[in-house]
């Protein structure tokens, strides 16, 4: 028989680096899940990915057990370590802050292509393309015409 689930969960926390300190600890505490348990698995399924802030939704049941799934890191994020900045723009309308490539935006659209809820990986780009327009990065040339053979 299936478990009855309680809830969900959705956190953003470095790989390999969960700690019962705030704000995991207080998160998972007030819902009755082992801290330490959660915090063990975590580090040992994202060690390769070290550092990275890691999308994590858990879904924790009735009886306090938990089950949890790593996503791929926000695109934002990816945004950031591809144009090697520390932050977007305070006005990205305005001020433009880094350039990227259509290459690069691809490449970060095929990685989070599994996260997004579009079909096409030239939907996935021009998603990946507005949240950099968003954060004031511009996307270079004109965006590439993929066939699909």
């Not at 040992?44 to 790593?70: C, E, H, M, N, W």
């Not at 695109?75 to 932050?87: C, D, F, P, T």
């Not at 006005?91 to 350039?99: C, D, S």
């Given at each position: ?11 953003q926390i ?31 399924r994202t ?15 009735v009886d ?86």
């Amino acid at each position: 028989m299936a478990k009855e689930v309680a809830g969900q969960l959705k956190l953003q926390i470095k790989g390999g680096a969960a700690n019962p300190s705030p704000p995991v600890g207080p998160a998972l505490g007030s819902k009755g899940i082992n801290i330490m348990e959660f915090c063990k698995q975590f580090n040992a399924r994202t060690q390769d990915k070290a550092g990275k802030v890691l999308p994590v939704v858990i879904t924790y049941y009735v009886d306090k057990s938990f089950d949890f799934i790593v996503k791929t890191p926000p695109v934002a994020i990816q945004l950031l370590e591809a144009s090697k900045l520390k932050g977007g723009s305070a006005e990205p309308n305005r001020k433009k802050v880094a350039e990227i490539t259509w290459d690069q935006v691809k490449t970060i659209a095929e990685e989070k292509m599994t996260d997004l809820n579009c079909f096409t990986i030239e939907s996935a780009m021009k998603m990946v393309a507005g949240t950099a327009r968003s954060m004031g990065i511009t996307v270079k040339g004109d965006f590439p015409e993929i066939i699909n053979n």
